[in-house]
């Protein structure tokens, strides 16, 4: 639902800005004397920032229909909104006649820290909501092994030999302990975690659902589920007959 909200608002920014209107959302020209913002053109720069917003609720989207590659394209996605935003205003907005104007010393206001600041903060701000509320547990399943893992860059993914698995639980409701090394968020729990019940393991788990698989295997205990309670049945049936063959 916040990804849904957050690609409402850059949509609707991004039409605002298209229009050549909202000028006074952009920080540093908003906050800017008159004298300066003359000497760049408020339509052209508006757009600008139009085409970066727009970069930005399509990567958005397209982090929510393909949620295994979420992060990858919420990362390229708020990267090339941000580099768009910065050439477009660095080259292309300036009103004819006054572009040499800055040679006075006074300090434009697309050169002021105020705008690339506000830029820079958005931008982590996005990065930072985004990686809360998105997440995906990736398990696969291969002739020997089978795979658990996440789309984090902050942890790995394990391969497991069927022939090395001694037993596996289906659980409710575990306590999951203590996070060691990996990433927490809305969504997504993953990477070393410690508890009582297992001591040190390691988890790739959904926080909606709280059914789990806990695999008991030569290298150490592996916990991690589905979405839901209906699929994470279905994954740890489809693990029982591949320990079945």
Do not use: P
Not at 7 to 23: D, E, R, T
Not at 116 to 131: A, D, E, K, M, Q
Request: glycine share 10%; net charge neutral; charged share 20%.
């Amino acid at each position: 639902m916040i990804i849904w909200i957050m690609i409402v608002i850059f949509g609707v920014l991004s039409i605002v800005f298209f229009m050549g209107k909202g000028a006074f959302l952009i920080a540093g020209y908003n906050t800017a004397k008159v004298e300066d913002k003359l000497k760049y053109d408020e339509k052209k720069l508006c757009r600008v920032i139009g085409v970066g917003c727009l970069i930005v609720t399509i990567s958005l989207l397209l982090a929510q229909l393909f949620e295994e590659m979420a992060v990858y394209f919420c990362s390229i996605g708020i990267l090339l909104g941000v580099i768009v935003m910065f050439v477009g205003t660095s080259f292309f907005c300036n009103n004819k006649g006054e572009k040499n104007n800055d040679k006075t010393g006074k300090k434009g206001i697309l050169k002021s820290k105020g705008f690339w600041s506000g830029l820079f903060t958005v931008g982590v701000c996005l990065f930072v909501g985004v990686t809360l509320f998105t997440g995906h547990v990736k398990v696969e399943f291969y002739d020997q092994y089978l795979s658990v893992g996440s789309d984090s860059w902050a942890t790995k993914t394990i391969e497991v030999d069927y022939e090395n698995i001694g037993n596996i639980e289906y659980v409710s409701d575990i306590e999951l302990g203590k996070r060691t090394f990996g990433v927490g968020s809305a969504v997504l729990n993953a990477g070393h975690f410690k508890n009582k019940t297992y001591g040190d393991y390691n988890l790739y788990a959904y926080t909606s659902c709280k059914e789990y698989i806990v695999l008991h295997t030569e290298s150490g205990i592996v916990v991690f589920n589905d979405k839901d309670e209906a699929k994470t049945k279905s994954l740890y049936q489809q693990i029982e007959d591949k320990l079945k063959k």
